[in-house]
């Protein structure tokens, strides 16, 4: 059968991937993605906590399953002490690939739910009460010497800093931060979902200064954050030729999908829309690549039949 859904996700990395255990509600863990990503023959996920590194959970599932690749990082929550230079340091030297700006704990989050982050999105207890935490000093306009740290080591270990939950004018300062201390690896996180949208006009700004743009399935296929069409994101790729742009699941939602089933469905409407494969190629194999400083010239695996380890209780 020609199933050319299928054939993107055969070498394609899923750059954000949230799985048990965490403080959410996550209905796969980190092995059993590893087993479904095996499944439909993937090259690898970045996994996602926002609340702990996942640095070491990553080793431990790349021990576990050959032929696959998992990639840990950390998100600069208040749970892993905000921004953190010293923190993302020791991530990074554990193997953290990217350093994600704060998600859940941003001051922008904030701001825009209007609701502290319990008990948001899923949390099933409360955490201490915090501020929002910004990139900015008290002036709403200089970037801490915290941040700016922060990008500097980025740039020394030569991985990916992600803008997290950050608004538009601290993602531009940010970039210029990370500009001037030789970060070459600046995701703009999930452009397509209401916190952080931006138009098109803005990504081909952002873009221009070096930037790459991560659309996520949750907001086409989630339940929970159901919010675009596919016809409006396959007009953004069409405009941009594909170019600079990163696919991730974001999933991991109790009621969603398994996140290469979700990427999948999300692939096969963009497919049916018209969006070029060779566009789609780019957004899941070839810029994920570069983006986390791959060698390229991976070659997939046959998708294989495994056991099934999945946890029970609500999966599908």
């Not at 023959?41 to 599932?61: E, P």
């Not at 840990?72 to 010293?86: Q, W």
């Not at 207890?125 to 080591?153: H, M, N, S």
Request: contains cysteine.
């Amino acid at each position: 059968m020609d199933r050319p859904d299928l054939e993107l996700l055969r070498g394609a990395i899923d750059m954000h991937a949230h799985t048990a255990p965490a403080l959410f509600e996550r209905h796969i863990d980190d092995a059993a993605l590893a087993e479904y990503g095996l499944r439909y023959g993937m090259r690898g996920f970045v996994l996602k906590d926002h609340d702990a590194s996942t640095t070491g959970r990553a080793y431990y599932v790349n021990r576990m399953y050959r032929g696959i690749e998992v990639f840990g990082a950390v998100v600069l929550n208040r749970s892993v002490g905000g921004l953190n230079p010293f923190v993302a340091e020791a991530a990074i030297h554990y193997g953290a690939r990217v350093v994600w700006m704060p998600s859940n704990h941003a001051k922008h989050h904030q701001d825009f739910f209007a609701i502290p982050d319990y008990p948001q999105f899923g949390r099933r207890r409360p955490q201490l009460p915090g501020e929002g935490i910004t990139v900015f000093e008290e002036d709403g306009r200089t970037l801490t010497k915290e941040a700016r740290t922060i990008c500097e080591i980025v740039a020394e270990n030569d991985v990916a800093l992600a803008t997290g939950h950050l608004s538009l004018p601290e993602i531009r300062a940010l970039q210029d931060a990370a500009l001037e201390a030789g970060v070459r690896r600046f995701i703009v996180t999930h452009a397509n979902w209401s916190l952080c949208r931006l138009d098109v006009s803005v990504q081909k700004e952002l873009i221009a200064k070096g930037a790459t743009i991560e659309y996520v399935a949750c907001s086409c296929v989630s339940p929970i954050f159901w919010e675009q069409q596919p016809a409006e994101l396959a007009g953004w790729i069409m405009e941009l030729e594909g170019e600079h742009l990163v696919l991730g699941s974001d999933l991991g939602q109790f009621a969603g999908p398994p996140h290469p089933e979700g990427l999948r469905m999300l692939l096969a409407a963009l497919l049916s829309l018209g969006v070029p494969y060779e566009y789609l190629e780019k957004m899941t194999k070839r810029t994920p690549v570069e983006v986390l400083g791959l060698e390229p010239g991976w070659t997939p695996a046959a998708p294989v039949d495994l056991p099934d380890h999945r946890p029970s209780g609500g999966a599908e």
